[in-house]
């Protein structure tokens, strides 16, 4: 039987045994390179070990040195770049869809399931042509197939897929602007990637000093991990937890052409708009809080 079929098969019995974790528990770091190496040599009781403190034990990982520090260069290369040669625009998923950006602020995030205020660069692998553009793919694939593995699907799945192939990845470059870049708290999906990641960008207290990312830990506490990231780092946890992004440097003047606040790389396996009622993140803050 292959990995894959038994971390899924593992992730089946956890997910009908045991309730989905909804608050954070112990937040602990690794190394890139031992998850890297786990999955290389088919290492199942490691695999297996990650995978019930996640969801039982309700732990989050930080993992450490998950992507190159030169990939903050890139991405900020790269968005620039498209904020002179692109204007601002959107486009649904679906075949032929470009690479795009999007200013989201106080009125363009009503259309959003979640409320946040960012500038979001997204890019699709059917449009990767430039070296930038490459730069950040392979920058950001080598750590995301081990990330795929451990949530139970196989290291290149839905990679070459196109929208009408109904599931697809999709990369995005975020920026939290100072002056009240945010993220409220949300659940992600799990139908297509039980397993949430992102590479870090920024550090507080030097490329912002306010805000940046929390899990809850219960209905009304926040437990922040900002001052634990470095450059390079990733975040891993199961996609139910309640999580979000604080106010960045919000006593600043926001300032859509800037390049200050806080930089962020998402990973994620979309439903794309061929998909009739496709799965996407719930926003929770401005609702009770129930199990989910």
């Known amino acids: 039987?292959?990995?894959?079929?038994?971390?899924?098969?593992?992730?089946?019995?956890?997910?009908?045994?045991?309730?989905?974790?909804?608050?954070?528990?112990?937040?602990?770091?690794?190394?890139?390179?031992?998850?890297?190496?786990?999955?290389?040599?088919?290492?199942?009781?490691?695999?297996?070990?990650?995978?019930?403190?996640?969801?039982?034990?309700?732990?989050?990982?930080?993992?450490?040195?998950?992507?190159?520090?030169?990939?903050?260069?890139?991405?900020?290369?790269?968005?620039?770049?498209?904020?002179?040669?692109?204007?601002?625009?959107?486009?649904?998923?679906?075949?032929?869809?470009?690479?795009?950006?999007?200013?989201?602020?106080?009125?363009?995030?009503?259309?959003?399931?979640?409320?946040?205020?960012?500038?979001?660069?997204?890019?699709?692998?059917?449009?990767?042509?430039?070296?930038?553009?490459?730069?950040?793919?392979?920058?950001?694939?080598?750590?995301?197939?081990?990330?795929?593995?451990?949530?139970?699907?196989?290291?290149?799945?839905?990679?070459?897929n196109i929208p009408s192939d109904n599931q697809i990845d999709r990369l995005q470059i975020i920026r939290y602007p100072a002056g009240g870049g945010e993220l409220r708290s949300h659940v992600d999906p799990r139908k297509n990637q039980r397993i949430v990641s992102g590479l870090i960008m920024s550090k507080i207290g030097e490329d912002f000093a306010k805000g940046g990312f929390y899990f809850k830990s219960s209905r009304t506490k926040k437990k922040y991990i900002e001052k634990k990231l470095e450059l390079g780092d990733a975040v891993l946890f199961y996609g139910s937890i309640v999580h979000g992004v604080d106010k960045v440097d919000p006593h600043e003047k926001l300032v859509w052409k800037s390049n200050k606040g806080r930089w962020f790389i998402g990973m994620f396996v979309n439903d794309s708009d061929h998909v009739r009622d496709r799965v996407t993140p719930k926003d929770v803050s401005t609702r009770t809080e129930t199990k989910h």
Request: charged share 35%.
């Open 1 to 160: 039987m292959s990995l894959q079929r038994n971390i899924n098969k593992y992730w089946d019995y956890l997910e009908k045994k045991y309730p989905s974790p909804r608050y954070v528990g112990k937040v602990k770091c690794m190394e890139f390179k031992d998850l890297k190496k786990a999955v290389n040599n088919k290492n199942e009781n490691y695999i297996k070990k990650l995978i019930k403190n996640m969801y039982v034990k309700k732990e989050a990982y930080i993992v450490r040195n998950s992507g190159s520090k030169k990939l903050k260069k890139t991405i900020i290369d790269l968005a620039n770049h498209y904020k002179k040669t692109r204007k601002a625009n959107f486009f649904k998923m679906r075949d032929g869809t470009p690479n795009f950006h999007r200013v989201i602020d106080k009125n363009i995030t009503k259309k959003y399931n979640l409320f946040a205020i960012r500038h979001s660069f997204y890019f699709y692998n059917w449009n990767i042509r430039s070296k930038l553009e490459k730069n950040l793919k392979d920058g950001v694939y080598k750590h995301w197939r081990y990330v795929k593995c451990l949530a139970g699907n196989n290291k290149n799945q839905f990679e070459r």
